[in-house]
């Protein structure tokens, strides 16, 4: 399923979206940056309540197919610049992490 597909099915707010038709291959949940770079697989949705600038240097590392920043968590313009320069996408849901990676597995196994 392609990110903006499931973006627009799981209604998350788009911040950026350079790359609309990559892949989603599964999910990966976490906001221990340093477990996320060893364990997420690329292709995976990122779905984190982090918000600082080093979730852009993580998911360009995991070559993840994009980062949701979970519980409509404040997200600086910085970060959506970064996300930008670096061609990830990056969405928000308004729903908390395990809700949000719930609905992201219901829509992986159809």
């Given at each position: 399923?392609?990110i903006?597909?499931?973006?627009?099915?799981?209604g998350?707010?788009?911040?950026?979206?350079?790359?609309?038709?990559?892949?989603?291959?599964g999910?990966?949940?976490?906001?221990?940056?340093s477990?996320?770079?060893?364990r997420?697989?690329?292709?995976?949705?990122?779905m984190t309540?982090?918000?600082n600038r080093n979730?852009?240097?993580?998911a360009?590392?995991?070559?993840?197919?994009?980062v949701v920043?979970t519980?409509?968590a404040?997200?600086?313009?910085?970060?959506?610049k970064?996300?930008?320069?670096?061609?990830?996408?990056?969405l928000?849901?308004?729903?908390?992490t395990?809700e949000?990676a719930?609905?992201?597995?219901?829509?992986?196994?159809?």
């Amino acid at each position: 399923m392609k990110i903006s597909e499931m973006a627009q099915q799981l209604g998350w707010e788009t911040l950026i979206m350079p790359d609309p038709d990559v892949e989603v291959t599964g999910g990966y949940a976490g906001d221990l940056l340093s477990w996320v770079m060893g364990r997420a697989q690329a292709g995976n949705v990122w779905m984190t309540i982090m918000t600082n600038r080093n979730i852009m240097a993580v998911a360009t590392l995991a070559g993840v197919s994009a980062v949701v920043v979970t519980e409509h968590a404040e997200i600086d313009g910085e970060i959506v610049k970064l996300a930008e320069e670096q061609d990830i996408n990056l969405l928000r849901s308004a729903q908390p992490t395990f809700e949000t990676a719930y609905a992201v597995g219901k829509l992986l196994e159809k």
